[in-house]
């Protein structure tokens, strides 16, 4: 009798037990999402931001361009103009909307960065401004200030509304994904209307229209349909790691992308810990293309050292053989390395795969193989040199430091140049030089900036 009434009461209170452990673990669950919720959402507001601003230095230096009549103060502005237009368009790519909805803003991007550079190349030769030049500078410019004023719309609309572009909460979804359509893919529509009215820069630069416009050379084989590139996404993510899988809407605009992809949007099973991950696979040949893994990183746990050799290792773990790391750049507790393809002893550039990397626990959280297939090809008719390094050097000033030498395919116009590249030190700053082996001229000069958060080129 004793012993059944023990029973009685232990029962209950094992369910009790277990309904309060319950509870409380799924209270944390909720406030775990609910600070990852918060963290995506500064991050993604964070970048918007930073877009507006770039976009806006973008403005105010093309305005100082057309006024200054000086040579060396345009160097100094178009060099500006140039990194800003390129940081905006980094900043953009990171954004939660498809490539697709940002065709045109991104080709209009690429034109204020290359068209300044072919600019400073003239002023570098002592060539003013032409009629013609300041223009398409004026128009550049114009087309800037729309953009500044879709932002600010945007801007606005945002924080007018509950809209969290990362939210977490399932019952919020369907809203949030009506918001996102609304007001953030509409704005960014709007921006790429007024952007498809910037007309064709006739310049021979890397990020010519002509060279947008070039079919990708890295891609071979049939089309591939949206289930067979979601069987690619699901593998290339890991099949175990996907909960669920949904492809993205292509947009209006699909068809101004350099390289078509169908986009996917994978919830990972293990979802307390992993926020949503978005990919692109081509539609031709079926590669991953690009993938962003949007979980925040609270804190730095391994090395760079230790994250570039998960890099390059994840690299070879998809097929990426061959590749070397130039340059990273740490960020919000993560970096993202640049690296590219030798063959033969040679460094080619254009060949360049971005690999992201979480510093708590060395997980691969970004990869941008955009540049690798529209370049990459098998046998690549590499010239022999026709000059020794010996002689390259001779086009160098004498009191250029040279720590390192090596060849490099660089990418020039619609070409690929091979050239001597001399690393080192003049006036206690670090540059790069690169002479052409087949003629000695010089081809181009960097100058690299180092700080804690890694290595910068200009």
């Not at 002023?123 to 953009?147: C, D, I, V």
């Not at 690798?372 to 000033?397: F, P």
Request: hydrophobic letters at 35%; charged letters at 25%.
């Amino acid at each position: 009798m004793n012993g059944n009434r023990r029973r009685w009461w232990i029962a209950p209170s094992i369910l009790g037990l277990i309904l309060i452990l319950a509870i409380g673990w799924g209270y944390s669950e909720y406030r775990d999402k609910n600070k990852l919720g918060v963290a995506l959402e500064n991050h993604y507001q964070r970048l918007f931001f930073d877009v507006k601003k770039h976009v806006e230095n973008v403005q105010v230096n093309l305005s100082k361009a057309l006024v200054s009549q000086s040579r060396d103060q345009n160097v100094l502005l178009l060099s500006q103009i140039m990194n800003e237009a390129y940081f905006a368009q980094d900043k953009l790519g990171q954004m939660p909307i498809t490539h697709a909805e940002t065709a045109k803003t991104e080709k209009f991007l690429n034109q204020v960065a290359d068209y300044s550079y072919d600019l400073i190349q003239s002023h570098l030769k002592g060539q003013p401004l032409t009629m013609e030049q300041r223009e398409a500078l004026a128009n550049l410019r114009g087309n800037s200030a729309t953009f500044n004023q879709e932002l600010a719309k945007l801007q606005s609309e945002l924080s007018d509304r509950t809209f969290l572009m990362g939210s977490l909460n399932r019952r919020q979804s369907k809203k949030v994904q009506q918001a996102n359509e609304k007001i953030l893919q509409t704005s960014i529509g709007n921006i790429e209307k007024n952007m498809a009215k910037t007309p064709e820069l006739i310049y021979d630069g890397p990020f010519s229209d002509q060279m947008i416009n070039k079919k990708p050379v890295g891609l071979t084989g049939k089309n591939i349909s949206k289930a067979e590139a979601k069987k690619v996404a699901k593998q290339f993510f890991g099949d175990k790691r996907v909960k669920k899988i949904t492809a993205f809407e292509e947009g209006e605009n699909a068809s101004e992308v350099r390289i078509p992809s169908h986009t996917f949007n994978i919830e990972p099973t293990n979802a307390s810990k992993e926020l949503a991950v978005y990919m692109g696979v081509t539609k031709q040949g079926g590669k991953v293309l690009w993938m962003a893994n949007a979980r925040p990183v609270s804190k730095a746990s391994i090395s760079i050292k230790e994250a570039q050799e998960k890099a390059l290792k994840y690299l070879d773990g998809k097929g990426f053989k061959n590749m070397e790391p130039n340059y990273y750049l740490k960020y919000d507790n993560t970096v993202l390395f640049n690296l590219v393809y030798k063959e033969k002893d040679v460094t080619i550039y254009p060949d360049l795969v971005k690999v992201k990397v979480a510093l708590d626990n060395g997980e691969i959280v970004g990869f941008d193989a955009s540049s690798y297939y529209l370049n990459h090809r098998e046998n690549r008719n590499i010239e022999n040199v026709k000059i020794t390094a010996e002689e390259a050097r001779d086009g160098i000033r004498v009191d250029f430091d040279i720590d390192s030498i090596r060849l490099a395919l660089i990418p020039k116009g619609k070409e690929e140049v091979l050239c001597y590249e001399f690393k080192g030190k003049y006036d206690d700053s670090d540059y790069i030089i690169y002479i052409n082996a087949l003629n000695g001229e010089e081809e181009q000069i960097l100058q690299i900036i180092k700080n804690e958060n890694g290595t910068l080129t200009f």
